[in-house]
């Protein structure tokens, strides 16, 4: 009940600017998209520019057909200097969402061993917690949220034993640790978005959902749970549109940390009341 009341409070939001971590991917062109609907602006962080253009989703928010200011910077999140470059892009953010990641098995993501599990998932995560403190980040509000996975506590059960063959998860929840680590020194509030397995568009990963073109269809109604026992699939969109609201909600104080997780389920999308 909480956390439903988190997130259904966005038109009480004081939130400004926004730095979003694996804007390219297909959650974080939603994420970047939503934010900016709600007039909030966007400052998406990317390794190559040009290729991030590509993408319509972001082309067309770089074109100003948006509410929000959009603006694209380059950065690896693999190197902490080129983090601390970002100066005020990074450090004058109310919040700072890090959707990043990488295949959960071999594959050219993985760049021969540059951008495996551990250096995608969770050094990844270190280089931007360091540099965020490196850079003062001294906004009075300030929120981290970071997105991982469901099954990060059941690596022992099928199917995430599978998913978990090369250690994906095992760094995804190690990510997890360390935000909630940081928050509670650092004085900042933490967030942990748990999603099920992401279907619909934008495709931008090679499995199954992309081969056929899966997405929520009937399944429109959303589940949260505190806890990591559920599964299932969840609309890339429907997950965007729960980290927008969650970002901009005033029920959260800088000492405070939630971990939510989100799947689908049968039935008509949730109203704004429920």
Same mark, same amino acid.
């Given at each position: 009940?909480?956390?439903?009341?988190?997130?259904?409070?966005?038109?009480?939001?004081?939130?400004?600017?926004?730095?979003?971590?694996? $804007?390219?991917? &297909?959650?974080?062109?939603?994420?970047?998209?939503?934010?900016?609907?709600?007039?909030?602006?966007?400052?998406?962080?990317?390794?190559?520019?040009?290729?991030?253009?590509?993408?319509?989703?972001?082309?067309?928010?770089?074109? &100003?057909?948006?509410?929000?200011?959009?603006?694209?910077?380059?950065?690896? =999140?693999?190197?902490?200097?080129?983090?601390?470059?970002?100066?005020? $892009?990074?450090? &004058?953010?109310?919040?700072?969402?890090?959707?990043?990641?990488?295949?959960?098995?071999? $594959?050219?993501?993985?760049?021969?061993?540059?951008?495996?599990?551990?250096?995608?998932?969770?050094?990844?995560?270190?280089?931007?917690?360091? =540099?965020?403190?490196?850079?003062?980040?001294?906004?009075?509000?300030?929120?981290?949220?970071?997105?991982?996975?469901?099954?990060?506590?059941?690596?022992?059960?099928?199917?995430?034993?599978?998913?978990?063959?090369?250690?994906?998860?095992?760094?995804?929840?190690?990510?997890?640790?360390?935000?909630?680590?940081?928050?509670?020194?650092?004085?900042?509030?933490?967030?942990?978005?748990?999603?099920?397995?992401?279907?619909?568009?934008?495709?931008?990963?090679?499995?199954? =959902?992309?081969?056929?073109?899966?997405?929520?269809?009937?399944?429109?109604?959303?589940?949260?749970?505190?806890?990591?026992?559920?599964?299932?699939?969840?609309?890339?969109?429907?997950?965007?549109?729960?980290?927008?609201?969650? =970002?901009?909600?005033?029920?959260?104080? $800088?000492?405070?940390?939630?971990?939510?997780?989100?799947?689908?389920?049968?039935?008509?999308?949730?109203?704004?009341?429920?």
């Amino acid at each position: 009940v909480v956390l439903i009341s988190i997130l259904v409070k966005l038109s009480q939001s004081k939130l400004q600017n926004v730095c979003v971590f694996g $804007s390219s991917g &297909g959650l974080g062109q939603q994420i970047c998209r939503t934010f900016v609907q709600k007039s909030v602006n966007v400052v998406a962080i990317t390794r190559n520019i040009g290729n991030a253009l590509e993408y319509p989703i972001l082309n067309n928010l770089s074109n &100003g057909k948006s509410k929000g200011k959009f603006e694209i910077r380059t950065a690896d =999140a693999r190197d902490i200097k080129s983090l601390v470059s970002l100066g005020s $892009s990074l450090a &004058g953010t109310d919040c700072v969402v890090i959707s990043v990641g990488t295949t959960a098995f071999p $594959s050219s993501k993985w760049e021969n061993g540059a951008s495996n599990p551990e250096i995608a998932c969770y050094q990844t995560v270190v280089n931007i917690l360091d =540099a965020l403190t490196t850079l003062k980040w001294q906004k009075k509000e300030k929120k981290v949220i970071l997105v991982s996975s469901v099954g990060v506590n059941r690596c022992d059960t099928f199917p995430y034993k599978l998913l978990n063959s090369y250690g994906v998860l095992d760094q995804k929840r190690k990510s997890e640790d360390l935000v909630l680590a940081r928050a509670k020194s650092q004085g900042f509030c933490g967030i942990i978005c748990r999603p099920g397995r992401l279907v619909g568009e934008p495709f931008t990963n090679f499995d199954l =959902a992309k081969l056929l073109k899966i997405d929520q269809g009937k399944n429109q109604g959303i589940v949260f749970n505190k806890e990591d026992v559920v599964n299932g699939d969840v609309q890339r969109l429907d997950v965007a549109e729960s980290i927008t609201r969650i =970002a901009g909600s005033t029920s959260l104080s $800088s000492s405070s940390s939630i971990v939510y997780s989100i799947v689908n389920k049968k039935g008509p999308p949730p109203s704004e009341i429920e």
